[in-house]
């Protein structure tokens, strides 16, 4: 497998609080993202993005997420092989993003 470009949650923070210009694609399923949630991201379940990854352009940087990052990372690979020239992995996931900087989220 490629290397898919990764970035981890303290990072991933420091761009949220520095106002950078980039998108968080969360691709879990509705259940889970009614659980727990990094604001401001956009829920495209995994499924869909092969019919919705036209919505964003290839050029924007697009940090991809899920509970781990092995799903994430799936779809990181496929956004590439589409043109993608700037996606992310965020490693990790959502446990990370809990575990080091938002414990008042729920784990499941």
Not at 7 to 34: C, G, M, Y
Not at 60 to 83: M, N, T
Request: glycine share 4%; charged share 30%.
């Amino acid at each position: 497998m490629n290397m898919i470009p990764e970035i981890d949650v303290v990072t991933l923070k420091n761009k949220i609080d520095a106002n950078e210009k980039f998108k968080i694609i969360d691709i879990r399923e509705s259940e889970e993202v009614s659980i727990c949630k990094i604001n401001n991201t956009i829920h495209i379940p995994m499924m869909e993005i092969p019919k919705r990854f036209n919505e964003f352009d290839k050029n924007d940087e697009l940090i991809i997420q899920c509970k781990s990052g092995a799903r994430s990372a799936r779809v990181c690979e496929f956004l590439i092989h589409q043109g993608f020239s700037n996606v992310k992995n965020l490693k990790g996931g959502i446990l990370d993003w809990i575990r080091l900087i938002d414990s008042t989220q729920k784990i499941y």
